[in-house]
DNA sequence: GGGTGGGCTTGTA
DNA sequence: TTACAAGCCCACC
């Protein structure tokens, strides 16, 4: 991430290169940025005190396991804007988890 | 200005 | 499936 930019920051930019109706995971954000899986947890907490709701889609960040992990406005809610984008959910996980898991790799095109 | 606790996680036994 | 441990950042005192 940039020197000028905060790991909430970075967090919340990467998580805005979500396409529609693809998700990532907690890790993944968390390699990309501190390249340690464990800064998932830091991850969460910049989601879930994301200054720009709305414009964050967190809802498109669930857990490596699919579940959908947990959501500030309710699990449900995120369940519901998930399928909304035509991402399947069977209880609380991604039933296609691997085929809307969004990979940053690859994605440097700006 | 310094120290501790909690959180939208992950991996292994 | 359940329980435990590791490492990271922010907020509170």
Redesign the pocket.
């Known amino acids: 991430m940039d020197e000028g930019e ?3 920051e970075a967090v919340l930019k990467l998580v805005m290169r979500i396409p529609k109706g693809r998700v990532t ?3 993944r954000v968390a390699t990309e940025i ?1 390249g ?15 200054p720009h709701p709305g414009v964050i889609p ?1 809802h498109r ?1 669930v ?3 699919g ?1 959908v ?4 406005g309710g699990i449900a809610k995120k369940i519901e804007l998930l399928r909304a984008e035509g991402i399947e959910i069977e209880g609380r996980r991604v039933k296609n988890i691997n085929e809307v898991l969004f990979q940053f790799s690859g994605v440097g095109t700006g």
């Open positions: 905060t790991f909430q995971t907690y890790g501190k340690s899986v464990h800064a998932a947890r830091a991850v969460g907490q910049a989601l879930a005190k994301n967190c960040v857990r490596s396991d579940d992990g947990g959501y500030s």
